[in-house]
């Protein structure tokens, strides 16, 4: 109940700004009801994030691709198509609060010291890339890929741009920014597309 109402909460007022007060008063509890589970307005918003962590199927449907007999070109096509289809269902409903809370502790680094043994320690996503470096890593081990770039750079590379995409589509589709500009299109699944594409040249696919 008590996180249900920081999501309601979330939805009017920035997460920096969002105070137990205003929890209180979503959920109709009692101070103590509330102070009873969670220390502070922290470990509320914190515990809302590792709680959505748990409805997205993105490792799920992910992991199973590396175990087939696929080719890297349809493994890597296949990652950043499900990558797409996670944004599109996540960003509308967490991706607002995310980019708040990243926010929030990105301007209080000795809050994100005290509280971060409480974040959920890898998503889904961060056991996506993890687990995706290791298998092209492997795959050049092997003679199977040919870099035209030294891998780290590639991975700096695809870390960076899915960081960007994630951004841009957060603050144009959860924040009252002027529209996309003309002949530019934030579609997810052609961006995670055009990123696959990107990283398959790099990595010696080709075309």
């Not at 990243?102 to 974040?119: G, R, V, W």
């Amino acid at each position: 109940m008590i996180l249900d109402a920081a999501q309601e909460v979330c939805k009017t007022k920035p997460a920096y700004e969002v105070t137990m007060r205003d929890i209180i008063r979503q959920t109709k509890l009692s101070v103590g009801s509330v102070y009873r589970y969670f220390e502070d307005i922290d470990d509320i918003l914190i515990g809302l994030t590792n709680r959505n962590q748990d409805q997205y199927q993105l490792w799920a449907n992910c992991e199973p691709l590396f175990s087939e007999d696929k080719s890297v070109r349809e493994v890597i096509l296949k990652v950043f198509h499900y990558l797409g289809e996670y944004l599109i269902e996540s960003i509308p409903t967490e991706g607002k609060f995310t980019f708040e809370m990243n926010t929030k502790f990105l301007a209080n680094p000795e809050l994100f010291n005290k509280k971060k043994s409480k974040i959920a320690e890898v998503t889904d996503f961060e056991k996506l890339m993890q687990y995706a470096m290791a298998y092209l890593a492997g795959k050049v081990e092997d003679g199977t890929l040919n870099p035209i770039m030294p891998l780290p750079d590639i991975f700096s590379f695809a870390v960076a741009s899915m960081d960007g995409i994630v951004r841009d589509l957060v603050l144009f589709k959860c924040y009252s920014l002027p529209g996309e500009d003309p002949g530019v299109s934030l579609d997810e699944i052609s961006l995670t597309n055009a990123l696959a594409r990107s990283l398959l040249f790099l990595l010696g696919e080709g075309n």
